[in-house]
């Protein structure tokens, strides 16, 4: 299956790697005491380790483009489980119907651990969601979506701390306070595009976490806020535990709404008018679509909801500091979006479970996890760099019939 | 045969589902898990790694003599990255996975956001870094204890140092805008304020990872300070001395424990001479502080890292108190730790019924010749 | 050159604005350095290279090795500098390179954003490869560069540091923009950033070309790598990030493309920063760092020397 | 006395540094008509039809729309794109710009965004507002795409049709807007014949619906065919206006054409 070109490529590929990784992985220096360690042995394990990828990484090329004929129609199939499952109503039905149930269920037969980090993963859903309206579907690339999500909890954390206010009465204001950020944030960048607004809202985003970490009378600085209450249910207040499965539920409906409500947008005449805005520009204005308020509709609507998830944030930790919104946050988010598929809800909800759960999850591989992380980001990309789940549009039919015109 | 396959499908996922909610590992009796939290990843991971090494160096000894009362410990290590979210997951692993005892976790906001959910599962918890007064003072979190000195501890040696011992009228202080440098230095400016013996003519945070720290030291050498006092960990702090001595500035630079640190001097080389650190006393000549850096060096190759005495004394305590103890009951370690000393490289030590260590002894050390000497 | 600026000015205001100045030409002069590389990269595929930053950290980290193993085995400090300099680039170059090859070149054709993520996971990779393979702790870099004992009068305001930082940059500028402007090389590049598939159909070798991008942009980063670090005095597997999103943000403000432009945008940074720092407060650098690049951005959308975007309507 | 012109264009300049793209062109289109502009390559034809869309700005002169029936004029100069749509001029573009993520019936549907109201919360709530709102689109969508032919491609990826039913689609989207006067920037470039003729008979049709049309094309024959009058630019000039028996034999359009140096 392999000739001896690929094997000979193979070793060369490893002899590049040896010598890429030499000086950090075999040298180590202790500059006071003067000692050098020689660990000849990690370039071994290179050698062999890159060899291997390599004939992997190969071997799965080779597939590939041999069965390229025949795997197209199989590849297409296989892409369109997702969408034909859901184009089938009773197949969506029975599949949502089964998610739900074990939504429900879950966390009863899970530890609170499970249910915590399954909790932290619908939050990212939602996040994925909101920031989706901006990236995916309006096409606005933010990278300081976390400035919003910080607004959100820190309303709730500075309302309860002074005011006593509780999580139902915040999270109103939270989500609101969020969108009037958004459009402020908006309103100077409308003109720029691209790589240009992308830096701007960074620096948007790093402007609102040095304000917090820096104004302490005002958000007590990095020593952040403690003993935020969690929420309750009509005044019924719950231990720990109980906090954990009800935050959980919380966000499962949560989650329900916000889908139900981004797929609403996404057909809606907002929605055309975003996707619109992102394919282009000029033609869009052309058609009528007014671009200033349709981007600052995008902007406060996905703000929105990370204000919303922000005070969720807040109940569910009970305590935060500004090093939960850095930068690094922003693009994890921005992460899912591109991973799950452009403006693909289906996509975005994969998006967030994978990469929320898979560093959970890799906890296994201990100081491995965060380098496998930063792989496995890169291999994702490689392989499918459109996204999991690609979006699909909308069909519409009209009363009418149109049928075909028959070729002359 | 289309639907079946979906149906199949559709099972999978169910039982993926269940999969993931399924109990990750069995109870073994036999073992007492000791959970280890802290950064392990990511910028702060530097303060986090010196204390897994310090758990693993006690507990491998532990072990090696046949664990306590005849069961060996488990280590459980969690990453927490410092981030207060990342915190509850990491505090919800370790108690769903069943540690009894917990170090950690590395940073005060970190820690903040994880105790309650050990608090519930009356679980101890043991932090050889978080500084933050709440912690103790608050009452709030009877299961929390610690092996390094509060905020205000520390600020309250180093400006006393600086105001009597040096007689500076013109503090600046400075701070790396973390949660511990910035308590610690809010700390100082009080008591400056307080003692009513100098003024605070500068008070301003650094940017972490800055590359250059030119400017500030200019506008240090314009407030006309005599001495700076710098909250915050030991990597800025090199990098302000450095920058002192290239402008020929004439100040005294005292801080706080994150610069009280073996690495300070070795990355500021020949500029720390002469800067000042509170730090627990006594350290350099306790047999048990060189036996522990003996055996890092030997078993990991490499220097040992910020705080990894405050850990090894924190794991050392956390042992001792559940051998005396018989077990690991919150009440009994509690009881423990309050009434029976134990002997750890930062000397003989028991904890107060805040849950801040006593016998550690606080004091001020000056770099000299390229050794931490503490100055009576 | 200060000394004389200070015997005219014996104003003790006049002398802290020249300090405060000269901080932030240093730390300007930082930025720009690491800019290049970006504004190079993004200038020829259009990518914010997020993994720019771990390049030049990996070229600090790479000089580090070799300046120390070279002093433990007793060469001159002349040699250590050279080798040390030497090696910084050859390892940075390489890591670009196959940076490049594994991460961004799959996706050439790929949506826009998709590179994107590959680089910030890239980033995320080698930071955490550099913590396993070395060390967590921060290092103490070598002063590879003396004191000069005729900066002496003045090294309390300039040191010998700051000024080889600001010269090499300088000459950096002018050697790339000679490059671009005259060389062969420098003409496939600028028909490779204006139009990669007509620059392919006149017999460019577009992908040779782009990896030439990386390589010299990864060269930069890593002479970048060791004065800094050597102008610091530490390093560790983290420096790379925050430096790197200063150093993006100087080259946007330049207007990212544009060569003169990173190394301007550099500068307003950082003097700006050192300003900010010098007359307000440095707890609010980087806001007004950030408010600036905003400010700016809203009143020229391309950067400073970035060409305006022509609609083609 | 004629009625008021729809469109009547005055001393319309335009300057993009210092370089004069369109030197004080007159113009003026009455309802019903179609006119077509034509002119060499670069003569400014398509930077006319951004100045009267919103994409430039114009640095001087006058655009005055006047809707059919109405006296009252509206100056267009200095209004966004979108709000001169929304005043009743529509266009299409040279090079092709669908959208071309969307089906082609959701193509259309945009152009009947500034039409229709609903908003977030309609969309939200779909109330029976929305609803009818919502299916009026739909509807009045496939019609047009049926005027254009292209109903039975309606949920086709539009870029997957071919080049001339993309062609089509522009003004099937344009159409939606319910412009009085329709731009169209070359309609039949890259058609083969056939296409063409279609399209001939496509713009008849549209202009016997009641738009009045001003189009820029190279294909003479169909200039000659569709238009009630030409203008001729070159140099950002209007050099001759006139029926299209006229243009056919006036020397200074030749001249134009025929690239030679008219001030030598």
């Given at each position: 299956m392999l000739g001896f070109k690929e094997i000979k490529n193979g070793l060369l590929v490893s002899l590049w790697f040896v010598f890429l990784t030499f000086p950090l992985m075999v040298v180590k220096v202790d500059p006071v005491e003067r000692i050098v360690r020689w660990r000849w042995e990690n370039s071994l394990y290179v050698a062999i380790g890159t060899f291997a990828v390599f004939l992997l990484v190969k071997i799965i090329i080779q597939r590939r483009s041999r069965n390229a004929a025949v795997d197209k129609e199989a590849e297409q199939k296989k892409e369109s489980f997702i969408h034909r499952v859901l184009a089938s109503p009773r197949q969506k039905f029975t599949l949502i119907a089964l998610l739900l149930a074990v939504a429900i269920v879950?966390?009863?037969?899970?530890s609170s651990y499970q249910t915590n980090v399954m909790t932290t993963a619908l939050m990212y859903v939602v996040l994925g969601l909101g920031l989706n309206i901006v990236v995916?579907?309006?096409g606005l690339l933010d990278l300081g979506y976390v400035a919003f999500y910080a607004v959100g909890a820190y309303s709730y954390a500075l309302l309860n701390h002074h005011?006593?206010?509780g999580f139902w009465a915040v999270l109103p204001i939270g989500g609101g306070l969020a969108a009037i950020f958004g459009i402020l944030l908006g309103f100077p960048v409308l003109r720029l595009r691209g790589d240009y607004l992308a830096i701007v809202t960074l620096g948007f985003g790093e402007i609102i976490r040095l304000v917090l970490e820096n104004w302490s009378e005002f958000s007590?600085?990095?020593?952040g806020i403690s003993n935020i209450s969690r929420p309750g249910l009509f005044g019924i207040e719950f231990g720990l535990d109980g906090a954990i499965i009800y935050i959980y539920y919380l966000m499962i409906v949560f989650m329900i709404v916000t889908i139900f409500i981004v797929n609403r947008l996404q057909d809606s005449r907002l929605g055309r008018a975003w996707i619109a805005l992102r394919e282009d520009e000029i033609a869009c204005q052309a058609m009528g679509i007014d671009k200033r308020k349709t981007k600052l509709v995008a902007f406060s609507l996905g703000a929105f909801w990370a204000g919303i998830i922000g005070v969720v944030f807040a109940a569910k930790t009970t305590f935060i500091n500004p090093?939960?919104?850095?930068?690094l946050e922003s693009a994890i988010i921005l992460a899912i979006v591109v991973l799950g598929g452009m403006g693909s809800i289906v996509g975005v909800i994969f998006g967030a479970l994978i990469l929320i759960l898979l560093p959970e999850y890799l906890r296994?591989?201990?100081?491995?996890r965060m380098l496998a992380f930063g792989a496995i980001l890169v291999a994702m990309m490689v392989f499918r760099p459109q996204g999991l789940i690609s979006n699909i549009r909308r069909t519409y039919h009209s009363d009418k019939k149109f049928p075909s015109p028959t070729q002359q | 045969m289309k639907l079946m396959r979906s149906k199949k499908i559709l099972a999978a996922a169910a039982i993926m589902m269940l999969a993931f909610s399924a109990?990750?590992?069995?109870?073994?009796?036999?073992t007492i898990k000791f959970g280890v939290a802290g950064a392990?990843?990511?910028?702060?991971a530097s303060y986090g790694l010196p204390t897994v090494n310090a758990a693993k160096l006690v507990i491998d000894q532990v072990n090696a003599k046949g664990g306590i009362n005849g069961k060996k410990i488990e280590l459980l290590i969690e990453d927490d990255v410092c981030k207060p979210e990342v915190a509850t997951n990491t505090a919800t692993k370790l108690v769903s996975q069943g540690a009894e005892v917990v170090l950690g976790h590395i940073c005060s906001g970190a820690t903040k956001s994880a105790l309650p959910i050990y608090t519930n599962a009356n679980i101890l918890v043991m932090s050889p870094?978080?500084?933050?007064?709440?912690?103790?003072?608050?009452?709030?979190?009877?299961n929390f204890f610690r092996t390094i000195a509060p905020d205000d501890m520390q600020a309250k040696v180093d400006v006393d140092y600086a105001l009597?011992?040096?007689?500076?009228?013109k503090i600046a202080v400075i701070h790396d805008k973390g949660d511990y440098g910035k308590g610690f230095a809010e700390f100082a400016k009080s008591f400056v304020e307080k003692s009513?013996?100098?003024?605070?003519v500068l008070f301003e945070g650094v940017t972490p990872?800055?590359?250059?720290y030119s400017a500030i030291v200019q506008k240090i050498k314009k407030s006309g300070a005599q001495a700076v006092i710098f909250g915050g960990y030991h990597p800025e702090a090199a990098k302000i001395v450095g920058m002192i001595k290239k402008k020929r500035l004439k100040v005294d630079f005292l801080s706080d424990d994150g610069v009280k640190d073996d690495t300070f001097i070795k990355v500021?080389?020949?500029?720390?001479?002469g800067v000042y650190a509170s730090g627990?006393?006594?350290?350099?000549?306790n047999p048990l502080s060189k036996a522990a850096f003996a055996e890092h060096k030997k078993v990991f190759n490499a220097d040992a890292g910020a705080f990894f005495e405050n850990a090894y004394t924190a794991t050392l305590a956390m042992v001792n108190a559940i051998e005396k103890a018989g077990s690991t009951d919150l009440a009994a370690l509690k009881k423990a730790l309050q009434t029976e000393k134990v002997d750890t490289p930062l000397g003989n030590i028991y904890f107060d019924d805040k849950g801040d260590a006593v016998g550690i002894g606080f004091s001020v050390y000056q770099v000299q010749n390229g050794a931490f000497v503490e100055m009576k | 050159m200060a000394a004389c600026f200070r015997f005219f000015f014996r104003d003790p205001g006049m002398d802290y604005f020249i300090e405060l100045f000269c901080s932030g030409l240093t730390r300007g002069a930082i930025y720009a350095l690491i800019a290049l590389g970006y504004t190079m990269v993004y200038g020829i595929i259009?990518?914010?290279?997020?993994?720019h930053g771990e390049i030049y950290m990996i070229g600090a980290f790479t000089a580090f090795i070799v300046a120390t193993v070279l002093s433990i085995y007793g060469f001159p400090l002349l040699a250590i500098v050279i080798l040390a300099g030497f090696a910084a680039v050859i390892w940075s170059s390489a890591y670009g390179y196959t940076v490049e090859k594994i991460a961004y070149r799959p996706l050439r054709?790929?949506?826009?954003l998709s590179p994107l993520i590959s680089a910030i996971g890239m980033s995320i990779f080698l930071q955490n490869y550099v913590l396993l393979a070395q060390t967590s702790n921060f290092l103490p870099f070598p002063e590879l560069i003396p004191e000069f004992a005729f900066m002496e009068p003045i090294a309390h305001i300039v040191g010998s540091t700051d000024i080889v930082i600001l010269i090499t940059t300088a000459v950096i500028m002018l050697i790339l923009t000679i490059v671009i402007k005259g060389t062969k090389v420098g003409k496939a590049m600028r028909a490779t950033s204006q139009d990669r598939t007509m620059a392919m159909l006149v017999g460019i070798n577009v992908n040779r070309i782009i990896s030439a991008t990386f390589i010299i942009g990864s060269a930069l980063a890593a002479v970048g790598g060791l004065l800094i670090a050597s102008h610091i005095g530490q390093i560790n597997f983290y420096i790379g990030f925050l430096a790197g999103i200063k150093a993006f943000t100087a080259a946007v403000l330049g207007g990212i493309g544009s060569i003169p432009g990173a190394v301007l945008g550099g500068l307003v940074l950082g003097l700006t920063e050192s300003f900010a720092t010098g007359y307000v407060s440095s707890d609010y650098e980087d806001v007004f760092a950030f408010s600036l690049l905003v400010l700016i951005l809203i009143f020229k959308p391309s950067g400073l020397l970035g060409k305006a975007e022509t609609k083609k309507v | 006395m004629m009625a008021t012109p729809i469109l009547q264009i005055s001393g319309l300049t335009m300057d993009f540094g210092g370089i004069r793209?369109?030197?004080?062109l007159d113009l003026e289109v009455h309802a019903g008509e179609i006119v077509a502009l034509i002119g060499p390559n670069g003569a400014g034809k398509t930077t006319f039809f951004n100045c009267l869309t919103g994409i430039y700005t114009p640095t001087a002169g006058e655009i005055l729309l006047t809707p059919p029936g109405s006296t009252k004029n509206v100056s267009l100069?200095?209004?966004?794109p979108n709000h001169v749509t929304e005043k009743g001029l529509a266009r299409t573009f040279q090079n092709i710009r669908l959208?071309?993520?969307?089906t082609v019936l959701e193509n259309v549907m945009i152009g009947r965004h500034c039409r229709t109201k609903a908003f977030i919360l309609g969309a939200i709530l779909r109330n029976a507002a929305t609803r009818r709102e919502e299916r009026q689109i739909v509807e009045m969508s496939y019609a047009i795409l049926d005027k254009v032919g292209l109903a039975h491609l309606a949920?086709?990826?539009?870029?997957?049709?071919p080049y001339g039913a993309q062609r089509r689609l522009e003004i099937a989207r344009a159409l939606a807007t319910e412009p009085f006067l329709l731009l169209l920037d070359e309609?039949?470039?890259?058609?083969n014949p056939q296409e063409t003729q279609e399209l001939d008979r496509l713009i008849k049709e549209i202009s016997t619906d009641g738009h009045s049309i001003l189009l820029i094309e190279h294909d003479m024959k169909l200039v000659m065919s569709l238009s009630d009058r030409i203008f001729v630019m070159d140099y950002g000039k209007k050099i001759a206006q006139g029926k299209p028996s006229e243009i056919r034999s006036n020397p200074a359009v030749i001249k134009a054409y025929l690239g030679e140096d008219v001030d030598a």
């Open positions: 879950f966390p009863l037969f899970s995916g579907m309006a005011f006593d206010l007590k600085g990095p020593s090093a939960s919104f850095t930068f296994a591989l201990s100081e491995y | 109990p990750v590992a069995g109870m073994a009796a036999d392990h990843s990511g910028d702060l870094s978080a500084t933050n007064p709440d912690l103790t003072y608050s009452g709030e979190y009877p009597d011992k040096l007689g500076h009228t009513g013996k100098a003024e605070v990872g800055a590359v250059d500021a080389g020949a500029d720390a001479e627990p006393k006594d350290t350099t000549g | 259009g990518l914010i290279n997020f993994a054709h790929a949506p826009r | 793209a369109l030197n004080r100069k200095g209004l966004k959208f071309s993520q969307m949920n086709e990826f539009a870029r997957n049709l309609p039949a470039a890259g058609m």
